[in-house]
């Protein structure tokens, strides 16, 4: 790029920045450049070898030379050493609180044994005094034959401590006798709609309740502290900035907005986060939006989430036909549909992003059906609605996306995690159509990549290397469960960067590389398009950067 170019694009992007005065460093008052990369500049074939931030903000991406042309005695100078640079990782769904609580939480993600279940709760009691909740927990019972986990296996270890402890994907849950007793569930307990209460031969609940009947213990389980929330906060700020992600998508409750609004008006964000409320809840929202906007580049909302149904692995998610190993069963609905479409029209015609949970292939029909008839009554606009999970989809539907403008919010990370047992669930030929991403992209849909954390790991890295291999955790299938849905390392960076900022409406800020946009950058060592598929996990996160400053540095 000539000089002349350069100063003009930096006099635009500095006399631009929101009246801020330029840092101290090179011409144009650049802070910082990256130089020697492979910079990804968030969109399919966008590339180039070096970036330059100044103050907050993106001042000129281009070769080396030219960049390195910017820098002055101040200005800080990276050597990428022919790593990857790209726009910082956004994690399009989370759960963030509840990944910070979990990081202090009882860890039963890996406990391979009904003994080491019960073993690690035990030891974990042990830690803490009489009477606390033990809860987050995270245990997958396929690690042990896929035998519900019952009551009776934990309560000896944890006689004076409730125990409420939640399957990895959070939608079922396994209660000791003290939390049963203490949230009222017996045998007596009538069932829920939209929920499971397991019970034993005899009508006595063993402890697993699913989806909306978690409600019946979640209701007596201790509120946290604000001292926790914020703690719980700050530890999953610091956790995912060191894997290069700088924004999340927050997929709760206003609690939780709250929390995140609290931090923000202490200047104590270091994530970026857009932070969806509950879909019930969305005249509440539109009234929040007409007294307050809709946030700033810290915090913003806007959002509704809601839910057609549960998950695979709790056999509570929605098909059209009966789970291969369980006839008798289709999944169930958590919510009525004309509930979902009542909610969906008021919340669109309030102007507000609509965001719902659906994973099996009715579920994603039904709410499918929603948007469009939401969409025709409401009339033309730009809504983006979107269908979180979007697991398990029919044939019929995989195009609705593309021609409905409905994005496919998806976690990459839960194909490697449930190719190793979801075939027995649903049979190889609904497989076909299980994480369907080259079928999405093919049709013209867009994508937009996440983690769902805490039900599997913020650690865009692994998303990349399952998107781009579907090759299982066990090691099973190193070619890759449904190797046709495989799409290329590009494609999957795109969906956690544009495709994601796409997802919340703020692809004029993040999510790209180009002068004015903030400077939200992750630094990686080595080049991973260039990088053998199988070793993808083996990168590292080399510094992750937020509006210019540096959050994480490895060591």
Known sequence: MRASVLGAVLSIVVAGACGRAPAAGGRGGVSLVIVDARVFLGEKGRWAEAVAVAGDRIAAVGSSRDIRA??????????????????????????????GMRLASVQLRDAATREELARRLGAFARTLPKGTWIIGGDWDHSLWGGELPRRDWIDAVTPDHPVWVTRLDGHMALANSAALAAAGVTRRTADVAGGTIVRDAAGQPTGVLKDNAMALVDRVVPAPTVEQQDRALAAAMDFVARQGVTSVHNLGTFAELEVFDRAARAGKLTTRIYAAVELAAWERLRDRVAARGRGDAWLAWGALKGFVDGSLGSHTAAFLEPYADAPADRGLLVNAPEDLYRWTSGADHAGLQVIVHAIGDRAIRLQLDVFERVARENGPRDRRFRIEHAQHIAAADIPRFAGLAVIASMQPYHCIDDGR?????????????????????????????????SVAPPTPIEGIYAAVTRATLDGKRPGGWVPEQKITVEEALAAYTSGAAYAAFQEDRVGTLAPGKLADLVVIDRDLTAVAPERLREARVVMTIIGGRVVYQAR
């Open 70 to 99: 910017l820098a002055g005695p101040a200005t800080r100078v990276v050597d990428a050493r022919g790593g990857l640079v790209a726009p910082g990782f956004i994690d399009a769904h989370i759960h963030f609180l509840d990944g």
């Open 421 to 453: 047992w979801a075939e027995q669930a649903i049979g190889p030929e609904r497989a076909r159509g299980t994480y369907a991403f080259r079928s999405l992209l093919d049709a013209g849909a867009r994508l937009a990549f996440g983690s769902d954390w």
